[in-house]
């Protein structure tokens, strides 16, 4: 399967409360309201206002001094309506917004937005009376700050739950103070069904390498578009290093068409690397070898 954030801002529809700003309609919008007004005033020898294209023109400069603050107002606005959001809200914001949801849930210390947020997101799924995977995560999440995720998976007709768990940092295999610290947690009768039977794991890791062939189009920079690509690839493991998360053709094909290149060929994987919600893709090695230039 694919891993799917719990939150991805990237595709959340843009709010309606958010103004988009633009500088130049601003000071258009000012500067018609201006001449309006100052026709309607009917100066001397019906004089009427057309220097706003003068580079030094002093109303003009003031119109755009004013803009300039109306747009600092603006968009203290806009960060006001995120900073109400669960998604979007950060720092304090954020913990004021936790403290609405069940039990307030607190910040741990040095925990970031970002997997505060998703724990904060998961929390309601404690109140369930039935042991369910979002509130298994959630206490995973909860008594070890140092994990990066958590996922858990049950044997069908049985009450054997598994809690797999993952280390932040070069090595995703949590120690053995990570797995007894979740097991001790997560086994409270506060916590865990009384029927379910736990078990916490570490992931089942699978090793591949990226090789890629690379063509460019004539004309671009060799060094600078092979330097974007490797950041493409790199960004995009970071993206999709968390449990249960495949490793698919397609998604290494659209991060690397970016423009200037011609063609790739994906040596490595062979084909889409697959694991199941317990699983985690390690990318051991990359390595983008220009070829040649495509027509």
């Keep these: 399967m694919s891993r799917i954030s719990v939150i991805a801002l990237s595709e959340l529809a843009e709010m309606n409360v958010i103004e988009k700003i633009d500088t130049e309609e601003i000071i258009v919008a000012r500067m018609n309201d201006l001449k309006t007004r100052w026709a309607s005033y009917d100066p001397p020898a ?23 603050f109306e747009l600092m107002l603006r968009d203290r606005v806009n960060q006001a309506a995120r900073a109400v959001t669960l998604a979007f809200a950060s720092n304090d914001d954020l913990d004021a917004i936790a403290s609405r949801y069940p039990g307030g849930v607190p910040r741990i210390d040095g925990e970031t937005d970002e997997r505060y947020r998703r724990r904060v997101w998961l929390s309601p799924n404690m109140l369930s009376p039935h042991g369910i995977f979002e509130a298994y995560v959630f206490w995973a ?15 069908r007709g049985s009450g054997n739950i598994k809690v797999t768990i993952m280390a932040e940092g070069a090595n995703p295999t949590p120690t053995a103070a990570q797995l007894n610290a979740v097991m ?62 495949d490793h698919t053709h397609v998604a290494i094909s659209a991060a690397m068409y970016i423009t200037g290149v011609y063609n790739i060929v994906i040596d490595e994987p062979a084909e889409d690397v697959l694991v199941a919600d317990d699983g985690l893709v390690q990318v051991s090695d990359v390595k983008l070898t220009y070829i040649g230039r495509g027509e």
């Design 184 to 245: 001790i947690y997560v086994e409270s009768e506060a916590r865990k069904g009384l029927t379910d039977v736990i078990s916490v794991a570490s992931p089942r890791i699978t090793s591949c390498k990226y090789r890629i062939r690379v063509w460019l189009l004539p004309g671009f920079d060799q060094l600078g578009v092979m330097t974007k690509l490797n950041t493409a690839i790199t960004n995009l493991i970071e993206t999709q290093r968390w449990l249960g998360y």
């Design 46 to 68: 019906a004089a009427q206002y057309d220097v706003e294209g003068l580079e030094f023109d002093p109303i003009k400069i003031n119109q755009e001094v004013s803009t300039y």
């Design 141 to 155: 999440l909860t008594a070890d700050p140092t994990l990066r995720d958590a996922t858990a998976t049950s044997v």
